[in-house]
């Protein structure tokens, strides 16, 4: 069975930091790419991340640029998503997903998606 489990989502203040991990059963898991979305009340799903199955290629939201990072460890079937100077704009719940195409950047491109963890950030 296919199992992505996001955790490190939390509350913290405006400006500070969390690293979310997406931990994958999948066997294959350095042949996928994988992506961050998040998803705020009210509104629909929104790109954040993504990632090479190399890692050496990445690609980020204009929003979250310069903020946050996206990187994996394929020895560990994990992928991050360090989140710097957080804002409360960024409170969401955040979807890790793995997918076959090359740098995807829209929901359709994945096929495999967490439960979520929310992030929440006071101001």
């Known amino acids: 069975q296919v199992q992505l489990v996001e955790s490190g989502g939390g509350l913290v203040q405006a400006g500070g930091s969390l690293r979310l991990s997406c931990a994958a059963s999948l066997r294959t898991f350095s042949t996928y790419t994988m992506g961050w979305f998040r998803q705020a009340p009210g509104k629909g799903r929104e790109f954040v991340a993504t990632i090479s199955y190399t890692g050496g290629i990445t690609n980020y939201a204009d929003s979250v640029k310069g903020r946050y990072t996206i990187s994996r460890d394929n020895a560990k079937n994990t992928v991050y998503l360090q989140m710097n100077s957080l804002k409360p704009e960024d409170t969401a719940v955040y979807y890790c997903?793995?997918?076959?195409?090359?740098?995807?950047?829209?929901?359709?491109?994945?096929?495999?998606w967490g439960q979520g963890t929310q992030v929440t950030v006071s101001s």
């Open positions: 997903a793995a997918g076959r195409q090359f740098i995807a950047t829209m929901f359709s491109e994945y096929d495999y």
